[in-house]
């Protein structure tokens, strides 16, 4: 069964420093989300990705955020300059509709940051 | 404007019922619900469009009240694999935004 990947699975970063989270989605998807768990917290939307293009972002995807579909395959979100708060989890979502056309999204296994 | 849940937590013994409420202060175009494991990323559980449908799954199942903006999730005869934090997932019409409601922490003693 095909399944979203993310890589790492775990990256330890220090305070001011650019990450970069990588997701591959499901090949026949066209929607892509990110997400952010704080842990023993509510799953926070980031940003939803289609067409090549953001099509909704939260208050919490700052400037210090983008995405990026570098290849056709790979969805990445960028962290330009942790902060001790961007420790979360980060999981990464594909679907092949929105939700309102009754398509679910699947879920990445996520990737643990550490910001130090 | 995230959706709120409703127990916050709850604990069971095998083999008996739950009610997990959804209720969200805006429209809603679908419901998803989610299970989430510690450690684990959300599992799909299952989705309503509006129009106050039921669905069911095994001895899972989910109603969505597009009227009073709420859904419920029905857990009959749980199980001990039941045990985690359950989601419900809300699009609201007109955004591409999907926000999680707050979570119902959810343990089957055995």
Known sequence: EPEVTQTPSHQVTQMGQEVILRCVPISNH????????ILGQKVEFLVSF???EISEKSEIFDDQFSVERPDGSNFTLKIRSTKLEDSAMYFCASGSGMGASGDTQYFGPGTRLTVL | ?????SPQAVILREGEDA???CSSSKALYSVHWYRQKHGEAPV????????GEQKGHDKISASFNEKKQQSSLYLTASQLSYSGTYFCGTETPGTYKYIFGTGTRLKVLA
């Open chain 2, 1 to 5: 404007q995230q959706p709120v849940q």
């Open chain 2, 19 to 21: 009610v997990i409420n």
């Open chain 2, 44 to 51: 799909f559980l299952m989705i309503l469009l509006k129009g």
């Open chain 1, 30 to 37: 066209l929607y892509f989300y990110w997400y952010r768990q």
């Open chain 1, 50 to 52: 289609y067409n090549n």
